[in-house]
């Protein structure tokens, strides 16, 4: 949930540390620290309730220099956001810590410590592990046995970057169920949450598994497993480039990635059709022989990803023939499993680094399915190392918290696998070519949604003073609606709920009236005529009516019914081109009430955490 960036160097560390956190700023916190060792090897140390920017003002103002730093923003779990609570957490102005995840058993630590004579100035879980590494350092353990032997006591989730006054020029760090990479300079390493953080400084990453130690020095990097027996991991190079963070002359980064998402798909799709048809190998080498086997799919995944799933839920057992269940990841990893035979686990995570998804998906790997599949966007990422088979998104860096072109392609790659499975059910052969060339025609009908830009802002306005939203869907448009509603609670603050539109009469309506506005969405299916008599519930008490409905549906324009027409679409990929003009208009409200777009109160990009 936080940022951590760490440096061994042969310069001044801070302007790299600073430059790193306001990189990984788009995670989300609530506060910023930085420690480094300075002169005569004293632990220096800066930390602010608030933004990056504060705490580099404070540099600027008296720099703190030396070689050998880590630095931290934080998203407050144990413990309120202050300064108090914020990291780096110091022992004894000996050693530094920095620390993402949470610490299950740190009540029990905590009360062995104070035994012992330790005193505690925060009120977060992590001032026990820097209290126990100091007292490993004073039983007479080098930094690295000592951060060793502390993780042997943790239980819970974390990454740990160390330093210590007794031995400069060194930064030890672990991981375990949350991510950590270390960055490859010459003369000089890093380490960080995100290899977004260190792009301005190198390509080069090594990326830490499970369980793992690292020894950094300015000369070198040692690597150890959970066992401490030391062993390699490649180097690999990253593609990405350290402009991504440009906003390019959008507003907010939010906009931006909105209106890239005709790029972000065809990049998905680049590769992966060919001569009219779902390129196989695009889930793995062995994803054929997979697909021969499956008879059921089981989709997990939290949030916005979550969303997708159901949609592809829908698209599974339409096209494919194939039952499908979608499940909260939180939910499933937590309850008795009944598995029907030759299933599919499914996995979807924009970072790949989602802990209740990728905790699902270590449970998966232990059961009887017939194979994994984790569909993400982060080459580098864990889910990527663990599933079975893979897909990657080309949706590129996703800054903003509130996701957008991330939930479009993972659409986008769940409709592939949902014409590679239906390849093997449909006796319709003309099938797939059909569904290819709908993918196909993404990019553009796209374009053509963002064209309401203009429209949409305009109707933001209305919403202004609005506390609470309720949206209406039918069929695959419940989950769009879902995800309306989830982008303009996130992003707005207001209040927004998603229900299935012929659910009205079993309680929602009770809340209708001319100060609930209800969104609804339109698309000219089967369920049409279903959804109007659903409206016309709502007119009849009094609530106000934002449609987003196909140009030719024929719908009654009184005062109360805003129509927002959008271009004639094919059902099947209806879900995608729906989503995107609800993004827009949650931006603009939120634009509308002043909100930080970009970076809401109390959410994170990355949730690493539980």
């Given at each position: ?7 061994v ?7 790299i540390?600073?430059e ?5 700023e788009y995670?989300?916190y609530?506060s ?16 602010v309730?608030?933004?990056v ?6 540099l600027d103002?008296?720099?703190l220099t030396g ?12 413990g309120k956001?202050?300064?108090?609570n ?5 022992c ?9 995840g ?9 009360e ?7 005193t505690?100035n925060s009120?977060?879980?992590t ?7 100091h007292?490993y350092?004073k039983?007479?353990s ?6 060793y ?7 819970g ?11 400069p020029?060194r930064l ?8 950590l990479v270390?960055?490859?300079g ?14 301005p ?5 090594i990326?830490l598994?499970?369980?793992d130690?690292?020894?950094?020095r300015?000369?070198?990097?040692r690597?150890?497993?959970r ?7 490649p ?6 480039s ?9 507003r907010?980064?939010m906009?931006?990635e909105?209106?890239t998402?005709p790029?972000?798909?065809?990049d998905?799709?680049e590769?992966?059709?060919a001569?009219g ?7 793995g080498m ?8 499956t008879?059921?799919v089981?989709?997990?995944a ?6 997708a799933g159901?949609?592809?839920?829908y698209?599974?057992e339409a ?5 499908c ?9 937590y309850?008795?499993l009944?598995?029907q ?23 998966a790997?232990s ?7 984790g569909?993400?966007?982060?080459p580098?990422?864990?889910?990527t ?11 590129g860096p996703e ?17 592939l ?6 390849r093997?059910?449909?006796?319709d052969?003309?099938?797939e ?15 053509q949604?963002?064209e309401?830009n203009q429209?949409?802002?305009q109707?933001a306005?209305?919403?202004a003073?609005k506390?609470?939203t309720?949206y209406?869907?039918?069929?695959t ?9 989830l ?18 009469k ?8 001319d ?12 369920l049409?005529e ?8 709502v007119?009849?008490?009094g ?6 409905a196909d ?7 009184p ?8 271009v ?16 827009l208009f ?6 509308t ?9 109390n ?8």
């Amino acid at each position: 949930m936080c940022g951590i960036v760490g440096a061994v160097a042969q310069r001044d560390v801070g302007p790299i540390l600073i430059e790193g956190l306001r990189r990984l700023e788009y995670r989300g916190y609530d506060s910023a620290g930085v420690a480094i060792l300075g002169p005569a090897d004293r632990l220096q140390r800066q930390r602010v309730l608030g933004k990056v920017h504060q705490l580099a003002d404070l540099l600027d103002a008296a720099p703190l220099t030396g070689g050998t730093g880590i630095a931290h923003t934080r998203w407050a779990t144990h413990g309120k956001p202050s300064i108090d609570n914020a990291h780096p957490h110091i022992c004894q102005d000996e050693v530094a810590l920095v620390h993402n995840g949470i610490i299950e058993n740190h009540q029990l630590l905590k009360e062995s410590q104070l035994a012992k004579g330790y005193t505690f100035n925060s009120q977060t879980d992590t001032e026990v592990i820097v209290n126990q590494v100091h007292e490993y350092l004073k039983q007479g353990s080098d930094l690295l046995q000592a951060v060793y032997k502390t993780c042997q006591m943790l239980q819970g989730a974390y990454a740990l970057g160390v330093i210590a006054t007794s031995q400069p020029g060194r930064l030890v760090a672990a991981r375990s169920g949350s991510p950590l990479v270390i960055g490859v300079g010459i003369g000089e390493y890093f380490i960080a949450s995100d290899v977004f953080a260190l792009l301005p400084v190198t390509q080069q990453f090594i990326i830490l598994q499970e369980g793992d130690f690292a020894d950094i020095r300015k000369d070198q990097v040692r690597i150890y497993n959970r066992e401490m027996v030391q062993v390699e991991r490649p180097i690999i190079v990253s593609s990405l480039s350290s402009d991504v963070a440009d906003k390019s002359g959008y507003r907010h980064h939010m906009l931006k990635e909105i209106f890239t998402q005709p790029r972000a798909v065809a990049d998905t799709l680049e590769g992966r059709l060919a001569a009219g048809l779902v390129v196989e190998q695009s889930f793995g080498m062995n994803a054929g022989e997979i697909f021969d086997q499956t008879r059921a799919v089981q989709i997990v995944a939290c949030g916005t990803s979550y969303h997708a799933g159901l949609i592809a839920g829908y698209w599974l057992e339409a096209i494919a023939g194939i039952p499908c269940r979608v499940e909260v990841a939180s939910e499933f990893r937590y309850r008795k499993l009944a598995i029907q035979d030759k299933t599919l686990f499914v996995t979807i995570s924009q970072s790949g680094e989602t802990a209740d998804t990728l905790a699902a998906l270590e449970l998966a790997k232990s059961k009887n399915y017939v194979g994994t599949l984790g569909i993400c966007n982060v080459p580098e990422s864990s889910l990527t190392r663990e599933a079975g088979l893979v897909f990657l998104t080309h949706a590129g860096p996703e800054i903003g918290v509130a996701s957008t072109k991330a939930f479009t392609t993972q659409l986008t790659a769940l409709l592939l696998l949902v014409i590679l499975l239906a390849r093997r059910t449909c006796s319709d052969p003309a099938l797939e070519q059909k569904l290819v060339e709908l993918l196909e025609s993404l990019p553009g009908r796209i374009n053509q949604v963002l064209e309401l830009n203009q429209q949409l802002e305009q109707i933001a306005q209305r919403f202004a003073g609005k506390h609470h939203t309720l949206y209406l869907g039918r069929g695959t448009m419940l989950p769009v609606a879902m995800e309306g509603a989830l982008k303009l609670k996130e992003i707005s603050y207001i209040h927004a709920e998603a229900y299935p539109a012929g659910e009205l009469k079993h309680g929602p309506l009770a809340l209708v009236d001319d100060d609930m506005p209800v969104i609804a969405v339109a698309p000219n299916n089967q369920l049409l005529e279903k959804l109007k008599s659903n409206l016309q519930e709502v007119k009849a008490r009094g609530g106000e009516l934002y449609v987003f409905a196909d140009s030719e549906v024929v719908l009654e324009t009184p005062d109360e019914i805003h129509i927002i027409p959008l271009v004639p679409v094919n059902d099947i990929i209806a879900p995608i081109i729906y989503t995107v003009p609800l993004q827009l208009f949650a931006y603009h409200v939120a634009v509308t009430k002043g909100a930080d777009v970009d970076q809401p109160r109390n959410l994170a990009k990355s949730v690493t955490v539980e």
